[in-house]
């Protein structure tokens, strides 16, 4: 059973940091892409910042310098530390894997975590 859940997210002040983490289980984490996505209330869902299975990584340009991302394949987990967080930030952070097996593409996602930066 594919797991991915996300945590870390909360309220916090403009200017301030926070560490979203999402932990997976039941997928083959050392070979999938991982990839963390935002959705702001009437806004489509963006691409935030990816990091591929070899460790590559790729930012949105509004995050570039502020956010990073990790990956611990030790512990399936995929981690975004933002920090000089802006309240354009403010949305609901969504963790993404997909990988190829055997010819066959998986994508699956996680439930989200809110976050909330104030002025």
């Known amino acids: 059973q594919v797991q991915l859940v996300e945590s870390g997210g909360g309220l916090v002040q403009a200017g301030g940091s926070l560490r979203l983490s999402c932990a997976t289980t039941g997928i083959i984490f050392r070979i999938s892409d991982m990839g963390w996505y935002r959705q702001a209330p009437g806004n489509e869902r963006e691409l935030v910042a990816a990091i591929t299975s070899g460790g590559s990584t790729n930012y949105a340009d509004s995050v570039k310098g502020r956010f990073t991302i990790s990956r611990d394949n030790a512990k399936n987990t995929v981690y975004l530390k933002m920090n000089s967080l802006k309240p354009e930030d403010t949305a609901v952070y969504y963790c993404?894997?997909?990988?190829?097996?055997?010819?066959?593409?998986?994508?699956?996602w996680g439930q989200g975590t809110q976050v909330s930066v104030s002025s």
């Open positions: 993404n894997a997909n990988w190829i097996w055997f010819g066959n593409k998986n994508n699956y």
